[in-house]
C-alpha cells in the first residue's frame, strides 16, 4: 500500500503560475523527499525535508512539511513548460533502507 | 562521473517466459535497490540489495529474485512472467552510509511488456 497520497492527481496551469502539490503520509517519518519523472523515464530527487525541518527552498522550489498533520506541500514558482511531470513524494522506512511513494501528481504547464 | 545505467531500456516477453534485467550503480556506490512501477502509478519497492545479499523485501512473490555482484551492480530476474508484470522496472542506487542513504538516484528504468 502507499504511504503517500497526492493532491491533486493532475494539475494543469499556464506559464508563469505558480503550481502547488500537495501530499500526505501515514506514519511518523525522519524525512520526506519529492521526486520529479517527465514521460514514465527514471526519478529525479528534487529536494529532502527533515521531520524537524518545516520549510525548505531549491530555486524555484518551495517544500513544506507539517508533521502534526503529516502532510507536505511541494510549491513550484514561475513555472515552465520544461517543469511538465509526474511530481512524487515518498518516505524512507526508519532504516533508510526503502522508499514508499505516493501516487504522484500529474503538472502540465502550457506554453 | 556515470549516474545509474539500466538495461535494456525496453523489453517484450510472453507469459511464462522469465526476464533478467541488469542495473550498475552509480560510482561510489554499494547498495542497489529495485522498484516496479505500474502505468499511472507511484514506484512499488521490490527489494534491495547490500555486500551481495537482499537486504530487504518488499510485497512481491518469489518470482522475483535478484543478484548483486562484486562490484555492485545488479540484475533483477522474474519467472513465470504474468501479463500484470508489464511495468516500468526501476533500479535506484545510494550508498549505505549515515548521512547519504537518505538519497537515492534512479536509472532511466527498464520498460518490460508481457503479452
Known amino acids: 500500500s502507499q504511504q503517500g497520497e497526492e493532491d491533486p492527481q493532475a494539475l494543469s496551469i499556464q506559464e508563469g503560475e505558480n503550481a502547488t502539490m500537495n501530499c500526505s503520509y501515514k506514519t511518523s517519518i525522519n524525512n520526506l523527499q519529492w521526486y520529479r519523472q517527465n514521460s514514465g523515464r527514471g526519478l529525479v530527487h528534487l529536494i529532502l525535508?527533515?521531520?524537524?525541518?518545516r520549510e525548505k527552498h531549491s530555486g524555484r522550489l518551495r517544500v513544506t512539511l507539517d508533521t502534526s498533520k503529516k502532510s507536505s506541500s511541494l510549491l513550484i514558482t514561475a513555472s515552465r513548460a520544461a517543469d511538465t511531470a509526474s511530481y512524487f513524494c515518498?518516505?524512507?522506512?526508519?532504516?533508510?533502507?526503502?522508499?514508499?511513494f505516493g501516487e504522484g501528481t500529474q503538472l502540465t504547464v502550457n506554453p | 562521473d556515470a549516474g545509474v545505467t539500466q538495461s535494456p531500456t525496453h523489453l517484450i516477453k510472453t507469459r511464462g517466459q522469465q526476464v533478467t534485467l541488469r542495473c550498475s550503480p552509480k560510482s561510489g556506490h554499494d547498495t542497489v535497490s529495485w522498484y516496479q512501477q505500474a502505468l499511472g502509478q507511484g514506484p512499488q519497492f521490490i527489494f534491495q540489495y547490500y555486500e551481495e545479499e537482499e537486504r530487504q523485501r518488499g510485497n512481491f512473490p518469489d518470482r522475483f529474485s535478484g543478484h548483486q555482484f562484486p562490484n555492485y551492480s545488479s540484475e533483477l530476474n522474474v519467472n513465470a512472467l504474468l501479463l500484470g508484470d508489464s511495468a516500468l522496472y526501476l533500479c535506484?542506487?545510494?550508498?549505505?552510509?549515515?548521512?547519504?542513504?537518505?538519497?537515492?538516484?534512479f536509472g532511466p528504468g527498464t520498460r518490460l511488456l508481457v503479452l
Open positions: 525535508i527533515r521531520s524537524n525541518e
Open positions: 515518498a518516505t524512507p522506512s526508519t532504516s533508510g533502507s526503502r522508499l514508499t
Open positions: 535506484a542506487s545510494s550508498l549505505l552510509g549515515l548521512e547519504l542513504r537518505e538519497t537515492q538516484y
